[in-house]
């Protein structure tokens, strides 16, 4: 199969490592699936249990790890202590590529523990660009970039988002995690095209694609991770995967409400037939306002 601009391995298809999967993954040999992704932190100084069926897993099959604290995009320095927890972690389970969200987590020393939009302008790239430049460098390896959902804009925004991404990818030399579930929930917030967003993107560079269900909360779209991936975003994620060369490793995730492990599998799946035509036509939005499933129709604003 074709690699993608950062000569990396296409993996095929895989879900998130999660704690209540550990004693289904410690007594089953068949994981029916080709790749793990695990949270960095969760392994950051962590030699316990969770180590232990790590090591199981990435004797099997190939590691990702993908990080929530980086906070690539804020004016706080660049936390060395973790950097250099990270590359130890990196070095210790081997994996195929280390990812996070373009975005930032926190300010002045304070942990907002969620992913904010960047502002999209042209300090803001020069920032964000020369702190990518430090991480690489430092970890001798490509970062890989989440596009975040978000929930408000910047005024002072002179880029679109594909448009700041792209800016970032080419001047960095970085892949892209391509959030296909982000885009959409974005797109939907904000009232853009989503398709256009993922036409825009450079596609050579998506190493990546996560896919996921959002909550419709009033005339909000959340990104929960608790539900089945909606129609709407299986056809989004046909378009970039048909973009991309057909070939992007596809992670599901799923963060809450989790089902067993061979419900997640069932689900999985659903991306490989989507790959090979087929579009679920089962899977909208649950509205946490009243407990019904909704139609996947943006709204325009």
Known sequence: MTKNMLNLEPLGFGVGLRTQHFPYLMNEDDWALDWFEVISENFIDNYGYARHVLEKIRAKKPIVMHGVSMNIGSTDPLNLSYLEKLKILAHEIEPEWVSDHLC????????????????LTTESLQHVVSRIHYVQDFLQRPL????PSSYLEFEQNTFTEWDF???????????LLLDVNNVYVSSYNHGYDPETFIKNLPHKHIVQMHLAGPTLMGDCLIDTHDSPVPEKVWHLYQLAQSLAGNNVATLLEWDANIPDFPTLITELNKARSVLAGVIPSNGELYSATDNTMVLSTPIVR
Do not use: F, K, Y
């Open 104 to 119: 930032w987590t926190g300010a002045m020393g304070v942990n907002s523990h969620d992913l904010l939009p960047m502002p």
């Open 144 to 147: 890989i970039l989440e596009n």
């Open 165 to 175: 991404l792209s800016a970032i990818v080419s001047q960095t030399g970085c892949g």
